[in-house]
């Protein structure tokens, strides 16, 4: 690494130390902003990313579909020419059922709070790293653009979508980095199409000592879902056999369990089924007038996602209901190069910073990485470990949480560096391209 680089990446590692407290409580204060999604208003986190970048004096504005559902988005230019980096996070985070999260407490090590995993701690990494690189820009070439969007927890309607059908050639960039928790041990490539659905049944109801008078739109349901559970739940996919190969790999394999759960190097390659709701019935004796389940199911890429929904449309009407598909959080799986420019920037970062390795993995859950990745933009994950995300004790290493922002700042001092300033980045795939 040349002299000035490396003095430069010093300098930018002095200074997130040296700010080591005031990181820490703005973490706390962004974790204890209610920006629940649904129902999805994210105006006080935006405004407290708008005053994090009023401070720094660093350009931005708001775009939005729907005023409860703003978008920061804001671009600075290096003094060289260069390649175009886009960092992207959001300010939308799960719901509760433990108050306590909202209190964005510390205990032994940890940081408390709703979306300390998913994903405000890599969100305010990308909002720190744009900051303070922009203090840096005489030494870069190139551009940095910050992408901090709503709705991604329900898809991105009113989010990245959005920004992509309006703005498309301001946010494209040459790269994508994202800070979505999948923890710092591995390169996440990969991740799985997604077919949420509803599946609905009614009926005229009636006495449950008469089930001759009516069907019974429970019994409907619970048949039509073990079937699909049946055909699908942990059916191996048909993955490309480039893929397949790093997936089966023992070092992949490894890095997924250490990351994401004991377990998830074999879920990786297998298709998922999940009931997230069932409602029906008032009472026992009586059988109901209406049952509806919701479900989602992740397909590997390589499998036919149309061919599944499909065949479930054909059983939903076999067993007297009816199919409903979220079409705004159903989508195509996608990938980026796990030996690509970015991935070799954030894997010889992860080394340099914490002395350990990161092999490539699949996500088992979806980002809005997926956008810049249809489109042939290479797209990367750089954030903390994902196993408590959306849990009742969802949290953050306070060590892990410095940890992000540095490789965030590192990744994109490395990225803009005016010695690779000729590198061409050459985009993968087709824009829009269902890779399923």
């Known amino acids: 690494m040349p002299e000035?680089?490396?003095?430069?990446?010093?300098?930018?590692?002095?200074?997130?130390?040296?700010?080591?407290?005031?990181?820490?409580?703005?973490?706390?204060?962004?974790?204890?902003?209610?920006?629940?999604?649904?129902?999805?208003d994210t105006r006080e986190a935006a405004d407290f990313v708008r005053a994090i970048l009023d401070r720094f004096g660093v350009p931005h504005r708001t775009v939005a579909l729907d005023q409860t559902m703003p978008n920061i988005v804001?671009?600075?230019?290096?003094?060289?020419a260069g390649r175009h980096l886009v960092l992207n996070g959001h300010l939308d985070v799960f719901p509760v059922t433990n108050e306590a999260l909202w209190s964005a407490e510390i205990r032994d090590g940890k940081i408390y709070g709703r979306g300390a995993s998913d994903m405000k701690t890599g969100t305010l990494a990308s909002v720190l790293a744009y900051c303070y690189l922009h203090q840096k820009r005489q030494r870069l070439a190139g551009a940095l653009t910050l992408t901090v969007v709503s709705d991604e927890q329900s898809g991105g309607?009113?989010?990245?979508?959005y920004l992509f059908e309006q703005i498309p050639e301001e946010i494209s960039g040459d790269c994508c980095?994202?800070?979505?928790?999948?923890?710092?041990g591995n390169i996440r490539f990969t991740e799985k199409a997604t077919l949420r659905f509803s599946l609905a049944s009614r009926s005229e109801g009636g006495h449950g000592g008469y089930p001759h008078r009516a069907p019974n739109p429970i019994e409907r349901i619970c048949k039509l879902t073990a079937r699909i559970y049946a055909l699908y739940h942990l059916r191996l996919a048909e993955l490309p056999a480039e893929i397949d190969a790093i997936l089966t790999s023992k070092a992949s394999i490894a890095a997924a369990d250490a990351n994401l759960g004991v377990g998830a190097g074999d879920i990786a390659r297998r298709i998922t089924v999940n009931i997230g709701i069932i409602k029906g019935g008032q009472k026992a004796t009586q059988i109901p007038t209406d049952c509806v389940a919701h479900l989602d199911i992740r397909i590997p890429i390589g499998?036919?996602?149309?061919a599944i929904r499909a065949e479930i449309a054909r059983l939903a009407t076999d067993h007297g209901c009816q199919m409903l598909v979220n079409e705004d959080h159903s989508y195509p799986a996608s990938m980026t190069d796990p030996y690509g420019e970015m991935a070799g920037i954030l894997r010889a970062n992860i080394r340099g910073l914490l002395g350990?390795?990161?092999?490539?993995?699949?996500?088992?859950?979806?980002?809005?990485?997926?956008?810049?990745?249809?489109?042939?933009i290479p797209a990367v994950i750089c954030g903390p470990s994902p196993i408590s995300m959306g849990t009742d004790d969802e949290h953050v290493l306070v060590e892990e949480a410095i940890a992000v922002v540095k490789l965030h700042a590192l990744c994109a001092a490395d990225y803009l560096d005016p010695a690779r300033s000729g590198i061409h980045t050459s985009r993968?795939?087709?824009?829009h391209r269902d890779v399923t």
Not at 177 to 184: D, S, V
Not at 356 to 371: F, I, Q
């Open 74 to 80: 804001g671009r600075w230019d290096a003094a060289g």
């Open 177 to 184: 980095l994202n800070g979505e928790p999948g923890g710092l």
């Open 356 to 376: 350990s390795e990161a092999p490539p993995v699949a996500s088992l859950g979806g980002t809005d990485t997926r956008y810049w990745r249809w489109r042939g």
């Open 428 to 431: 993968e795939g087709q824009p």
């Open 303 to 306: 499998s036919d996602r149309d």
């Open 4 to 40: 000035a680089q490396a003095n430069l990446k010093a300098e930018l590692a002095g200074l997130i130390d040296g700010n080591r407290q005031e990181i820490i409580e703005l973490l706390r204060r962004f974790l204890r902003i209610r920006s629940v999604n649904p129902p999805g």
């Open 157 to 161: 309607r009113f989010g990245t979508r």
